[in-house]
Structure formats: structure tokens, C-alpha cells
């Protein structure tokens, strides 16, 4: 069992294989080497250009060093990984605002990161378009990392943190630390963070009975009275939409903030709901804790905010007809999108930076 456990580390771990080479020829330079992307044949066009930015083992490990380390915050007590953890879908379970530096809280929930390669923007209100920019923004928020991307470079290089130039080097090929190197070294783990292995997958991929009979008319339901804004398998149609919450609680008025267009005043980003059974609470604000709230406001508590989105108000009525029983079959069905593999898959856990390599 010990032999077998040293082979398939040597390996790179199990199944990321290095490739051999013959003897007889000249060793030419070390490649990267590249890991396969699990892309679920049901899963619409992939977004992120993978040609640009090539996932290799040792780019996804360099990004996934980064990701748990606070170096990338001021004072190194915030990592990505404090408010995106693994275990509840990589969301700060039970917070309804992100709690950032010094403890300062956010303006709003910290949203899961999960099948990334498909988001064509990130944030509730959709203030960035490509993923390599992502990482950007929290580190200079000031309630988030408060810090300045140069110096988080800076820090990288110094003499003190010995293991980066030469993680970079593996990377990349030198131990130059670049802005770009590090946005894509994030990137390589984040596209790599796939959710597609729910009990509603193995229904999809053939098994049947996978679903309970009651979860099939949920299912079935949710389609037709969620489906148009939750489309497809991931669960989203990506659009800006403002679903009527009462806007008493919060100033924070969404995509308006981003283009300063009056129709896109209090419209959030839709989000996926897979894994939905983790990532409470709910909201861009976080101001539901469960999902049963969540069914209840669109069903008898949809306010006419400006900005309404018509599907929620129809037939001179504001919100979604939905009986107490279907309710139930809903909520029964979105817990088949919990994807337990995900989110205990050691590949995406801190690996304690320094022991890992």
C-alpha cells in the first residue's frame, strides 16, 4: 500500500501525470505540464480562452498558493480564501456582508466561486469582464485586502518568502513575478474549480433514480417558474435583473453603479444555483437565510421597485404564484445541486503554503 501511495504521488496526484521521454533523444526543454479541464458535455460554450492561459499543474498549484495566502492583503490576515471557502461552495457561510480587513464589513455577500470558465462578468453588479482583472478588485478594496497590486508583487519577491520565485519559475519558466503571471497563476486555479458532480448530474449523465420522485416534480417546477432567469445547467441566464426587493434595507443600487444607465438601477447579476444548499445566506445582501425565505418573497413579497423586472409582474400581479407544496418540491429539488465532491476535493483546499511543494 506504501508503494502504491509513492507511485501515484510521483505521478503528480493521481492522474495528474508527467508525460515520459525517451532516452535516446536530446531532453529538450521542461514543459508545463497541462491539466485536462472537466468540461460536462452539457454545459454551454466555455467563456474563458483557455488558448491564452493553459492550465498546468504547476501554474493550478502556484494559484492555489496565492489564493490562501493573506501576503495579498495589507496587514496578511485576508486571503481570497477567508471569504470564498470550500467548504460552503467557496462563500463566506453566515454572513450576510463580507467581513474584510480589520474586520470591516462589506457591502455585500461574497458570491461562490464555481464554475468560473463560463461567467462572461464577475460581481453582483458585473464590474468586470474577464477573469485575469478579477482578483484586482478585492485586493485593492479597502474594506476587503486594502492593499496595492505592486506591492503585493513586491511582497512575492522579497527575500522573506523564499518559495515564490522559484513556484513562478515552475509556472512560467523564470522566477520573474509579473502582474500578469500572478492574475493568471489565480486564474488557473479558478477555472479549474469545476461543479459538476450533484446528485442532479448523475440524473443528467443517465442514472435515473439519481432524483426521488418528488425531486423530478421539482424539477420540473422549477423550470417552469424559475427557469427563464435560471437557465440551463449552470443554472443562470447572466443577466442584470431587479427581482423586487424591498429597497429600504440598502442603498446599494446594483449595475447602475457600474454604467450609470437609470434602467440598471437595483439589477444584480442572476446566480447560479448550483450548490445552493451551501451557500447561504441569500441575496447580494444576504438578507435571507434560507431558502424557504427566498421562495416566500417571490412569492407574496415582490415590491414595485423601479427598474421591476416584467416576469415578476404579470396579469396586474407582482411576484411568482406558488402553492406551499410546491414550494417543498422546489427546495427539495435545489438540494440535488449540492455537489458534496466539490466542495471536499483536496485538490481545492489551502494547502498549508511552504508544506504543499
Known sequence: MKNTWLI?????LFGWAS???STDAPTPEPQPEQLEMPIPT????????????????DGFQLGRSLFYDGILSRNGTIACGTCHQQAVAFTHHGHDL???????????NAP???????????????????????????????????EKLPNVLQKLRDSKNPDYPQLFKKAFG???????????????????LVSNNSRYDLYLRGTTNALTAT??????????????????ELFTDQSFRNNGLSIARSTDEGRFRITQNPEDRYKFKVPSLRNVGYTSPYMHDGRFATLEQVLDHYAQNVKQTPNLDPLLQQNNQLGISLTSEEKQKIIAFLRTLSDEQFVKDYRFADPGFGKAF
Open 8 to 12: 501515484l504521488f510521483s505521478l503528480g
Open 19 to 21: 508525460c515520459s521521454r
Open 42 to 57: 452539457y454545459f454551454p460554450k466555455m467563456v474563458y480562452n483557455l488558448s491564452s492561459n493553459p492550465v498546468t499543474y
Open 98 to 108: 463580507s467581513h474584510g480587513i480589520d474586520d470591516k464589513i462589506g457591502m455585500r
Open 112 to 146: 461562490p466561486i464555481q464554475n468560473m470558465a463560463w461567467e462572461k462578468t464577475f460581481f453582483w453588479d458585473g464590474g468586470v469582464h474577464d477573469l485575469d482583472l478579477f482578483p484586482i478588485a478585492p485586493i485593492e478594496n479597502p474594506v476587503e485586502m486594502d
Open 174 to 192: 523564470t522566477t520573474e513575478i509579473t502582474t500578469e503571471r500572478f492574475t493568471k497563476a489565480l486564474s488557473q486555479f479558478m477555472v479549474f
Open 215 to 232: 425531486e423530478k416534480e421539482g424539477l420540473a417546477i422549477f423550470r417552469q417558474k424559475c427557469g427563464t432567469c435560471h437557465e440551463g
